[in-house]
């Protein structure tokens, strides 16, 4: 929906006119009022999350169009309410903006967002609009899920398997590509645009959650935990130990990465993208072995078992080769929002 007025800016048209041009992406029995009025189903738990983006932190016009900001942006809440096993019912959106942001920006931005929503039959349902310094985008979503089916950090057991749902380090590497694009030497035309995709469209993992019921009854009857690997894998199986008062083994040669990045990249920073890269939207799944093995089976090419949840507290990263020492995880190796 991009306007013939490209140059047309936020402040010619105001906060009423952008709203009104901005109701066509929101459909029209739902909006309107002070609220949204969302129907769930009986007997169904109501999950809420919210995200945001920050251009220059999140996004940047360098790496990411108005419409893949959207796209990331509303993947990122999807896959937050597929880790807890939620089916999404709808989002809000929050967005500041300074004055002299092109109205075609703005309508780029939602037409990224809802080109991914509406893979999933999910509407924007409202929001708000303000005047910012710096273009920010808040999101919240909001899901149903049955109540003995909620996935939480803090249910992990010992001896419970490990079980990431697809690749991970891909993301980070499409980042970088589009960041230092003379590091695309030796990589194939296919196989540098795939990565570019992981980055700038992650698909959210809520196909697991179907998946997922075929092989449990709930996960209140088996025990089973999770989050998605939003912030990398490594932060990922932390949070999810750390929340759990358990700790966990990592095999690193069982952790799956892009085929690109063989030839492409060391060993060592192929593993340090799957670890900390962070934004591959995968989840990652504590449960016994028998029902990990099943869903790594339905899930197919990319999901596996990649370690144990342990006693103790310590998250070890465990080498194939002898030469190479365990090391002990941590979440200060990660990305830090506020870190020096």
């Not at 072995?289 to 990319?302: I, R």
């Amino acid at each position: 929906m991009n306007s013939d007025l490209s140059g047309l800016r936020v402040r010619d048209i105001g906060e009423q006119g952008l709203l009104e041009r901005l109701q066509r992406f929101c459909p029209p029995d739902i909006i309107g009022d002070d609220a949204a009025v969302l129907e769930t189903l009986p007997n169904q738990s109501l999950i809420v999350t919210t995200d945001m983006l920050v251009d220059g932190v999140h996004f940047s016009d360098v790496t990411t169009s108005p419409e893949d900001a959207g796209w990331r942006a509303a993947a990122a809440n999807l896959s937050d309410l597929a880790a807890m096993g939620a089916t999404p019912v709808g989002i809000t959106v929050g967005l500041g903006l300074p004055g002299d942001v092109t109205v075609n920006w703005v309508e780029r931005l939602y037409q990224g967002m809802t080109e991914c929503l509406s893979k999933y039959h999910v509407p924007i349902v409202g929001g708000d609009i303000v005047r910012s310094p710096i273009t920010t985008l808040a999101i919240t979503a909001l899901g149903q899920a049955n109540p003995n089916f909620i996935i939480r950090r803090a249910t992990a057991q010992v001896g419970n398997a490990i079980v990431i749902t697809g690749i991970h380090g891909a993301s980070r590497a499409g980042l970088e590509l589009l960041l230092h694009p003379e590091i695309a030497q030796n990589l194939k035309t296919e196989a540098k645009a795939a990565l570019i995709t992981a980055h700038q469209r992650p698909k959210p993992r809520l196909d697991v959650i179907s998946i997922l019921k075929e092989i449990l009854i709930s996960p209140c009857s088996l025990p089973m935990s999770g989050m998605d690997s939003s912030d990398g894998l490594a932060d990922a199986i932390l949070q999810i130990c750390r929340a759990s008062n358990v700790g966990a083994v990592i095999e690193s040669s069982k952790i799956p990465l892009p085929s690109a990045f063989e030839g492409w990249l060391t060993p060592e920073k192929s593993l340090k993208y799957a670890l900390y890269g962070g934004e591959d939207f995968e989840l990652v799944l504590c449960l016994p072995p028998e029902p990990a093995l099943a869903l790594v089976q339905k899930l197919g090419t990319g999901a596996a078992i990649i370690g144990t949840i342990t006693p103790g507290s310590k998250v070890i990263l465990h080498h194939e080769k002898a030469e190479i020492p365990d090391q002990v995880l941590s979440l200060s190796q990660g990305f830090q929002h506020f870190g020096q």
